[in-house]
Every structure is written in C-alpha cells, then in structure tokens.
C-alpha cells in the first residue's frame, strides 16, 4: 500500500515537473511578449549571438585599418571608401558576423538587440561589397525597427552606402531625414562625418570643410582623428587656403599619427610655410627629414615637395631638377613616381610651353597612374591633345628635313647617308659594350644570390636569376625579340636618324668603321658589305627626290602646318602661336586650298594685326566661300538662302557627332564657326550648350564654370537652362573657392 502511495506521488511529481518545464519554454517562445519569455531572449540574442558578431567586425575593422594602404598624394576620403578588394583579408570574418548576427532575428525575434544584429549585417555586407544586399538590410531596419537610435544608427550607414554608389540624392534624402531627428552622441558624430564625406566625395569641399570644423569636438583623440584632420588639411591646401590647412596639419600630431602620417603633414607644413612666408627658410626642415634613416624610403616625397615649393617659385629649372632627383631617390615603392611625372608634364606644358617633353612626362605619368586616380581622365584628354600636336611637329620637322637632303647634290648626300649609318653602327657598339659589362657584373652577382638564405622578397630583382627570365619572358610576350637600341618600339625611325644628324661628319670612301672588328656582323659592316649599301638604299627612299615624292612631301607638310595652327588655337589657346603658325603656312604655301579658312581664322584671332584686311581678302580673292558668306550675314541674322534652320541642325549634328566620337578640337573649331554662322536660330542654345562642355574637355575647370555662368546671362528663357543651373550648382566647391 505504502510502495503503491509512493508511486503515486513520484509520477505526479514528475508530471508536474514536466507540465513547468513545458509551460517555461512556451513561456519562452520567441514570439511572446511577457517579462519573462523578454528577458530570456534578450539575455541569449546578446551573449549567444550578437556581442560575438560584434566583436568579429571590430576584429574585422581593426585588421582592414592596419592593412589600408594610403595614397597621399591624393585628398585623403574623410572615412575609408568601402573596397571588397581591401576586406578579401577578413571575408571569413565578415562571413562569420553575417552568421552570428542572424541567429538574432531567426531564434530572437523578441529581443531588443534584432535592430542591432540586422545593422550588423547590413555593415558587413557593405564592407564585402554587397550593396544591394546592405542597402536593402538597411532599409528593413528603418522600416521595421523598433528602437529609435539603432534606426538612426541604420539610417546613418544607409547614407553612406548610397555615397559609396554615388546616389548622391538618395543620400542627402537620408541626411535631410535626420538633420530633424534628435541623434545621440555616437549617432551625432557619425552622421556629421558621413555629411562631410558625402560633401567631400561630390567635391564641394567647403561645405565638407565647415561641417568638419563642427565635428572634431566630438572626436576622440586616436589614429583616425588625425587621419580626418589631415584630410581637412588637405582640402584646405586645395582652397589656396594654406595657414587654415597648417593648423589642422598641427593637430594631426596631436592625435598620435602613424609615421607614415605623420612625415606627410610635417613635410605638407614645411611646403605651406615656404609659399606663405619668404623670409622663413624651409631648408634646414627639408636637410632633417632627408638625413633621417628613418625616411629612406620616402626621400623621393621629399624632393617632389621641394620641386612643388620652386615651382610655384616660378624657379623652374630647379624645380626640374628636384623632381629629376625625387624619382632618381625611388626605392622599392614606385607610387611618387606617376605623380613626379606629372608635375614635371605640367611645368614643361604651362610654364615652359616645351610640348614635346610635356608629352613624354604625361605619357610616363599614365602608364603607371593608378586608373581610378580622379585625374586620370583629365591627364588622358590633356595627352590627347599633345599626341596630335607632337605628331604634326614631327611631320614638319621630318618632311624639312629630308627635304633640305633631296637639294644637296648626289656625291654629297652619299657621304652624308654613309655618316648617318657610320653613327648607328658606333651608337649600337657602344651599348653592345654597355650590356657585356652589365653582363659581366651579373655573373659576378649571380654566385652570391644563388647562395642567398634569405627572405626572396629582399632579394634585388636584377640580380635574381629567377625574376630575370620571368622579365624575359613577359617582355618577349608583348614586345617579341627586339634589338638592343634607343626607340625600340617605334615602327619606322629613319626620319628620326636624318633629323638628328644633321651634323655628322662624312666618313671617307673604303674607310671602316672606328668601332670595326670580328666580332657580331653589325659592327663589323663595311662601305663595301650588302648590308651597308640595303640600310643605304632604305635612307634613300625616304628622301623626296623626284617631283611626284617632293609634291607629296609638301602635301604633308602643308597638312600639318593648318592642323597645327587650329591646335594652337581651339586646343592650346595660345592665339599668337596660331597666327604666326597661320602666316607660316600662308607663306610657305600660297596656292594651299586652306586659305580661305586660314584668312577666316586670321579675321577672328589676329587681334594685334588688322583684322579687316584678312575680311578684304577673304571677300575679294574667295567671294563665293562658305567663309564669305559667315562675314557678310547682316545684322546677326541667318541668311534667307535655302532652309537656315534645317541647316543649324544638320551642322549641330555633325559637331555633336565630332565630340561624341572624342574629337574634341575638330569639333571645337567647327563649332565656333557654327556659333556664328547660325547666330539667331532656334538651336542657338544647343550650340552654346556644346561649346560648354567641349571648353571642359580642352581648358579644363574654369573655363567651363566661366561658360556655364554666361550661359545663364545669354539664354535667360532657354529650356536647357535648368539642366545648367543642376550642373553649375554641382560645381559649388570650385566657384567658392575662386571667389575665396
């Protein structure tokens, strides 16, 4: 009976215990809202879930922090721009707050940290490049969110998210959505750094600038906030603003600076104040940084700097030379380099107005300018620009100079052309000499480095077999075998040679070469060999001698001449070049079928001559040109002959056809003359519209805001002109800056 009692009361104690535990878990459900069911979810989402997620990203920013790699020789981005190729390191890590913080909203959907974890997630995916994903993770939390802060916290990254995608409206939706909510500390500072950083990336750098200044209260001292405060230097510097940009240089070594950071803004100082004040010598300044062991790597930024400062000096041979010395001084890190070039490019185009060499700097600079630099597109249309104008320089040189040999008679213009090989044949000698000594001093080296235990990182590239034949190889894959020789990748190089040699000596008749011998067939060539009379005979048929090759050679000559003044014109604006270019080709070839056109372009440019005279001319010697008849429209108005509006339109479609295929100086010259012709029409805004654009393909920043400016004073009632107010309002930062 007891044994019966007994067993009775253990199976309802069980039962009991089993209907708490039941009642406890469905108590506990993630969907219930009571206290207790609450707080167990809020107690297991924070500690099982979303503080091991959150730990991860600080993992994950802190290595993406420690592995960025910063360009100073651009304006540094107020916060870093989110790179999936920078966050490839840490994609496990990513991947694993994704992970963590979604158990949040899929086992605790009662829990007051779901808003969290789903911010979480959205950060992570911008972080990996997923922005579709981020942005969209974003929204849901604003939309569906339940704490206040976390929405802001959520709305904060969204607008970032659209700055990285460049959907600049959406972000300033965002911002103008939370400029009236109140933000805590943490949500206030953030969102005044996205604000600045949104302002920055559109270029408005003084709106970025003046909401900086009201943030860095809010900064804690540290790393980043002298990584901002650089970037507010920078942005400064680039205002013309350089005492206000030298205070925040200071305070960058108020905020424990990397070294790298540190050296940046010391040496930006010492350049501010070396342009702000000339009694102040920067030169004991320059001598430390450059005698500091610790700056070995980075004397080349050092140099650059001081051909910056005597470049804005107007020292520019001194400038030359530092930057000559700033790439000589490149160690392993060939990043200056590009920007050394470029600076060099722009001194011999603006300052020196020496073309061909500015050609040679910017062709350098591209090649190894990184594509995503903001100037890369700048410097490419610029380069666009020389490549023509140094090949019509070329054609004109080459074709006078061969020319000037098609008059010299037969037995002197042999002995010349055997003067001419005579010289390539001691100039491939010489560095034939030149590779067996480099070769000699390799094998030397080569005994050493196979016997090298050390890092192959630290081993010299020149001196590593290995890295040697893989140059080779790549080399020979694009460029196949080429001799060794100046110019190798020209295709023809002839006219060079008979340019470059007009003061050889001839070489007597049956002499041998200085440089002859039994060794290699090129140095041992004689007068006598058939490979010196076939280099002899491929000179000759370069050389205009007979009517029909002369005739052709003035033909390019002439063709170069027109190109070449409307380059100076439309391209360069560099009027009194092409008038005197002009005149030349007037001169050199009074019968060209351009002077019609060429007295046209004299009419509008020569400005120190009489301009009426080229009109007289132009009326009396072509009374029947397309170009007459731009001069004689009475009273701005078209001419009543045929369909003038059909013909406005037509024109503007071919011009428009030019720029749209990146013609832009041919399109620029027919453009102005169109601007006349067409004066009145109904398609006149067009035309200006054009001009607009085609004036910030070839003159860049300022000429295009003067162009956008005087648009809105010449067609107050035109319907393009809100499509210019949109784009001139776009350019706010460069218009304060002129008038600041």
Same mark, same amino acid.
Request: positive net charge; charged residues 30%.
């Given at each position: 009976m007891r044994i019966n009692q007994h067993l009775a009361t253990s199976t309802g104690l069980q039962l009991l215990l089993l209907l708490g535990v039941a009642s406890f878990f469905s108590g506990c459900s993630q969907y219930?809202?009571?206290?207790?069911?609450?707080?167990?979810?809020?107690?297991?989402?924070?500690?099982?879930?979303?503080?091991?997620?959150?730990?991860?990203?600080?993992?994950?920013?802190?290595?993406?922090?420690?592995?960025?790699?910063?360009?100073?020789?651009q304006i540094l981005p107020i916060l870093p721009i989110l790179d999936s190729t920078e966050a490839q390191p840490v994609?496990?890590?990513?991947?694993?707050?994704?992970?963590?913080?979604?158990?949040?909203?899929?086992?605790?959907?009662?829990?007051?940290?779901?808003?969290?974890?789903?911010?979480?997630?959205?950060? $992570?995916? @911008?972080?990996?490049?997923?922005?579709?994903?981020?942005?969209?993770?974003l929204r849901y939390v604003n939309a569906k969110g339940r704490d206040e802060e976390d929405k802001h916290e959520g709305l904060i990254w969204l607008m970032r998210a659209y700055v990285e995608t460049k959907d600049y409206n959406s972000a300033l939706s965002v911002a103008e959505y939370l400029r009236s909510q109140p933000l805590n500390d943490k949500n206030t500072r953030d969102y005044y750094l996205v604000k600045a950083y949104l302002h920055q990336q559109k270029q408005e750098y003084t709106l970025s600038l003046?909401?900086?200044?009201?943030?860095?209260?809010?900064? #804690?001292?540290?790393?980043?906030?002298?990584?901002?405060?650089?970037? $507010?230097?920078?942005?400064?510097?680039?205002?013309?603003? #350089?005492?206000?940009?030298?205070?925040?240089?200071k305070e960058v070594f108020r905020n424990n600076p990397s070294y790298d950071l540190g050296f940046f803004a010391n040496m930006n100082s010492l350049q501010n104040d070396a342009l702000t004040n000339t009694n102040v010598s920067t030169e004991g300044?320059?001598?430390?940084?450059?005698?500091?062991?610790?700056? =070995?790597?980075?004397?080349?930024?050092?140099?650059?700097?001081?051909?910056?400062?005597?470049?804005r000096k107007k020292n520019y041979p001194a400038a030359i030379r530092f930057f000559e010395e700033s790439v000589r001084q490149t160690t392993t890190n060939t990043t200056q380099v590009p920007y050394t070039y470029l600076e060099m490019a722009k001194v011999y185009y603006d300052k020196l107005q020496n073309y061909e060499l500015a050609k040679a700097y910017f062709d350098s600079s591209l090649a190894l300018l990184p594509k995503t630099s903001p100037q890369f597109q700048k410097i490419t249309e610029r380069?666009? !620009?020389?490549?023509?104008?140094?090949?019509?320089?070329?054609?004109?040189?080459?074709?006078?100079?061969?020319?000037?040999?098609?008059?010299?008679?037969p037995g002197t213009l042999d002995k010349f052309l055997d003067g001419v090989i005579e010289k390539?044949?001691?100039?491939?000698?010489?560095?034939?000499?030149?590779?067996?000594?480099?070769?000699?001093?390799?094998?030397?080296?080569?005994?050493?480095?196979?016997?090298?235990?050390?890092?192959?990182?630290?081993?010299? !590239?020149?001196?590593?077999?290995?890295?040697?034949?893989?140059g080779k190889t790549e080399f020979r894959q694009r460029w196949g075998n080429r001799p060794l020789e100046d110019d190798w990748r020209r295709s023809s190089k002839v006219a060079a040679l008979l340019t470059q040699t007009d003061n050889i000596t001839p070489v007597a =008749?049956?002499?041998?070469?200085?440089?002859?011998?039994?060794?290699?067939?090129?140095?041992?060539?004689?007068?006598?060999?058939?490979?010196?009379?076939?280099?002899?005979?491929?000179?000759?048929?370069?050389? #205009?001698?007979k009517k029909t090759e002369l005739d052709a050679s003035?033909?390019?000559?002439?063709? $170069?001449?027109?190109?070449?003044?409307?380059?100076?014109?439309?391209?360069?604006?560099?009027?009194?070049?092409?008038?005197?270019?002009?005149?030349?080709?007037?001169?050199?070839?009074?019968?060209?079928?351009?002077? #019609?056109?060429?007295?046209? @372009?004299?009419?509008?440019?020569?400005?120190?001559?009489?301009?009426?005279?080229?009109?007289?001319?132009?009326?009396?010697?072509?009374?029947? =040109? =397309?170009?007459?008849?731009?001069?004689?429209?009475t009273n701005g108005s078209i001419a009543a002959t045929g369909n003038p509006e059909l013909e406005a339109i037509k024109d503007y479609e071919k011009i428009l056809n030019l720029y749209q295929n990146a013609n832009y100086s041919e399109a620029f010259a027919q453009l102005e003359m169109a601007i006349v012709t067409y004066s009145g029409s109904k398609v006149e805004d067009k035309y200006a519209l054009l001009r607009i654009y085609l004036l910030g393909k070839l003159q860049g920043r300022e000429a295009y805001l003067k162009a956008l400016n005087s648009f809105i004073k010449d067609f107050p009632t035109s319907p393009l002109l809100p499509r210019v107010r949109e784009v001139l309002e776009a350019q706010q930062s460069t218009s304060i800056k002129k008038n600041g």
């Open positions: 219930s809202t009571g206290g207790l069911s609450v707080g167990y979810h809020n107690l297991n989402a924070k500690f099982n879930a979303y503080i091991i997620a959150r730990d991860k990203m600080r993992e994950a920013e802190m290595a993406m922090r420690k592995n960025r790699k910063e360009d100073y020789n994609n496990d890590l990513l991947q694993d707050v994704i992970k963590k913080a979604s158990l949040v909203p899929d086992r605790h959907q009662n829990s007051k940290w779901v808003d969290n974890a789903y911010v979480l997630i959205g950060k $992570a995916r @911008l972080y990996k490049g997923q922005f579709t994903d981020g942005i969209e993770t003046a909401i900086l200044e009201e943030t860095f209260d809010l900064l #804690p001292k540290g790393e980043e906030t002298a990584r901002i405060h650089f970037s $507010a230097a920078q942005m400064y510097d680039l205002l013309e603003k #350089p005492q206000a940009a030298n205070v925040h240089y300044g320059f001598k430390r940084m450059l005698s500091d062991r610790k700056n =070995s790597d980075l004397r080349d930024r050092l140099y650059y700097s001081m051909g910056v400062i005597e470049t380069k666009d !620009v020389l490549d023509e104008f140094v090949k019509q320089l070329t054609t004109i040189r080459t074709e006078d100079s061969l020319q000037r040999l098609s008059q010299m008679n390539e044949l001691e100039e491939q000698a010489r560095k034939v000499k030149e590779a067996q000594k480099l070769v000699e001093q390799a094998r030397t080296l080569n005994a050493n480095v196979l016997n090298f235990n050390g890092d192959p990182a630290d081993r010299f !590239v020149l001196s590593d077999p290995t890295a040697m034949a893989l =008749s049956g002499q041998k070469p200085a440089n002859a011998n039994s060794n290699g067939d090129a140095v041992a060539m004689t007068k006598d060999s058939p490979e010196w009379k076939a280099k002899k005979d491929a000179l000759y048929r370069n050389i #205009p001698l003035n033909q390019r000559m002439e063709d $170069a001449y027109y190109k070449l003044g409307k380059i100076y014109k439309f391209s360069l604006v560099e009027p009194e070049n092409a008038v005197k270019t002009f005149l030349t080709t007037l001169e050199r070839f009074p019968a060209t079928n351009y002077k #019609p056109e060429l007295y046209y @372009l004299l009419f509008l440019t020569d400005q120190k001559g009489k301009p009426e005279d080229w009109k007289a001319k132009l009326l009396a010697e072509f009374p029947n =040109s =397309s170009y007459t008849r731009l001069l004689t429209k």
